[in-house]
């Protein structure tokens, strides 16, 4: 049988690539009696949340060591619930974090528990879940239906089942912004989380599936801002394929993670998707710029190529899908009276001060492509 185990404080050093930073003192939360409530007090920063559920339940998260479930477990025990993460254990469950006090930390790693396995053992996961028994499931790295299903086996009981999905799943579209009921592409490289949508659907059992767009914000395991801040603190051109006025749009982290609280013993987030990103849409350019801007450097030289030109192999030139790419908000706006707290270039900034700026990032820059676009630039320059 499977063993919950308490997790022990882990203080970790700062590292310039492994230590993922960030602050958690902007995530102080205090009970209100109420159903779920969030309000910002005065004065207070941005991301500064008071987070209130109407009651306490046993929750398991599939995931949560880095980015998103870093965040949505540290909201969730603040608020006073029971919460055990489903990992493989090759990372640290806690570890302190830049602008997390000593108590904090510790109040945390007292109360997280941690479930080993690998959730493709599906055995395993039937086994020890259901030995455990759990009111709510938030499933943050799942990709596949078949490593949902032994989940729901396992838990008959289950209150609520919350699907971290994607954008990604919409059928490319000259009608944008794209809205929960769009046509879906089956042959999406995210067509596993589509299948396990339908599936979810399929199964008697309340669940909520969130769409993200573009995530970005500190602890980001994936290179979005990371990708301009690399070039921009190199003083670099930044290589933008073709116009660069193609659109699109990024949510940050910290409102994804409210987004996911707000949906908790929701009754209108009941069997519905949720777009969850930024409120504005932005282009290629402005990003750049706006990163710029963010992080306090000077407004970058930008260059501009025909992708069609090159051969990169298997690296990838720039970090985002080249076409415009974004979605509505707005359901999750009027049904759950969510609304994002951070605009862009604030939200850029809160992932350079507490990630980037002090020298952390997830992958050292590589500017491989760069040259090769540079240098043929060069050749018709001259």
Known sequence: MAKLMAVQPQHHPPSSISLLPSSFSDFNGSRLHACV?????????????????????????????????????RLLVKEGHQVTLFTRGKAPITQQLPGESDKDFADFS?????LKGDRKDFDFVKSSLAAEGFDVVYDIN???????????????????????????????????????????????????KLET??????RDVNWTSMRPVYIYGPLNY????????????AGRPIPIPNSGTQITQ????????????????????SKQVFNISGEKYVTFEGLAKACAKAAGFPEPEIIHYNPKEFDFGKKKAFPFRDQHFFASVDKAKSVLG??????????????????FGRGTFRKAADFTTD???????????S
């Open 338 to 355: 969510w609304k994002p707290e951070f605009d862009l270039v604030e939200g850029l900034a809160d992932s350079y001060n507490l990630d």
């Open 37 to 73: 409530q969030f309000k910002r007090k005065v004065g207070q920063p941005k991301g500064a949340l008071r987070v209130t559920a109407s009651s306490n339940k046993k929750i398991l998260i599939m995931g949560g060591t880095r980015f998103i479930g870093v965040f949505l477990s």
């Open 222 to 233: 994936n290179p979005v801002e990371e990708w301009f801040f690399h070039r921009l603190k």
């Open 110 to 114: 007292s109360k997280i528990l941690h």
């Open 197 to 202: 949508e339908s599936l979810l659907a399929s």
């Open 250 to 269: 990024l949510g940050h982290v910290k409102d994804l993670a409210t987004a996911f609280i707000q949906v908790l013993g929701n009754e209108k987030a």
């Open 371 to 381: 040259d090769m676009i540079l240098g043929k630039s060069l050749v018709l320059q």
């Open 142 to 192: 799942g990709r596949e239906a078949d490593e949902v299903a032994p989940i729901l086996d396992a838990l008959p009981n289950l209150e609520q089942f919350i699907y971290c999905s994607s954008a990604g799943v919409y059928l490319k579209s000259d009608y944008l912004p794209h809205c929960e009921t769009d046509a879906v592409d089956p042959k999406s490289r995210h067509k596993g």
